[in-house]
């Protein structure tokens, strides 16, 4: 199995400017989390689904802020429009089950200049 | 909500014992993992402990103790690869079963 795949592994792009960043899940995995993590604030729980449906997501930051899961196997991650702060490695895991380990993707590292 | 600490850094010497604590504060535990994270890369995974007791993992140990909150990795026999962020998170039942992480220990192995 290739494991969890994310894209962009790097994105430049200047303030104001639409983000999008994809996953695509471990076959068979059933939740899907995206995290965010900086030096100052570690890693941080963006949003949590299971079985394609939204269980958590008070950790977005505001609506600037979207994601979704339009089938079993991938997501997406927005963000319109970006700013420097949102500048971070986005992370996205997936699990077999909803109390099991996660795994994660290499990351997307994001900067808004 | 939940809190979840652990100390930010720590150095050790190779060939050694290094003890890595985590203590939280949950409503609904639902399970402890440790993760591992080198520089530049994504977290792997470690352990897991969701009932009170030690795992052994080869070099690598977990415990936890859920009426302390309390949980501490132990790595033995440090090789210089050992030096990486150590995460410790925790599942939580009473919000929806998600995974939150601590700040994560830096720990630095020294020849």
């Known amino acids: 199995d290739a494991g969890v795949i994310q894209s962009p592994r790097h994105e430049v792009t200047e303030m104001g400017q639409e983000v999008t960043l994809r996953c695509k899940l471990i076959s068979g995995h059933n939740s899907l989390f995206w995290y965010r993590q900086t030096m100052m604030r570690g890693l941080e729980l963006l949003i949590y689904f299971n079985n394609n449906v939204p269980i958590d997501d008070s950790g977005m930051p505001e609506d600037r802020f979207s994601a979704k899961m339009p089938n079993a196997s991938f997501s997406t991650l927005k963000i319109q429009p970006s700013e420097p702060r949102d500048s971070a490695v986005y992370f996205c895991a997936s699990g077999a089950s909803n109390t099991g380990e996660l795994f994660f993707g290499e990351g997307s590292r994001l900067t808004v200049l | 909500g939940q809190n979840i600490d652990q100390p930010t850094e720590m150095t050790a010497t190779e060939g050694a014992i290094v003890q890595i604590n985590c203590t939280y504060q949950t409503s609904g535990f639902n399970g402890l993992f440790w993760y591992q994270q080198h520089a530049g890369e994504a977290p792997t995974f470690l352990s897991y402990?969701?009932?009170?007791g030690l795992e052994e993992k080869g070099r690598f140990s977990s415990f936890l103790s859920r009426s302390k909150g309390y949980s501490y990795l132990l790595l033995k026999e440090l090789q210089m690869k050992d030096s990486a962020s150590y995460l410790c998170?925790?599942?939580?039942?009473?919000?929806?079963?998600?995974?939150?992480f601590g700040a994560g220990t830096r720990l630095t192995v020294k020849p």
């Open positions: 402990n969701v009932l009170d």
């Open positions: 998170a925790v599942r939580d039942l009473y919000n929806n079963n998600d995974m939150r």
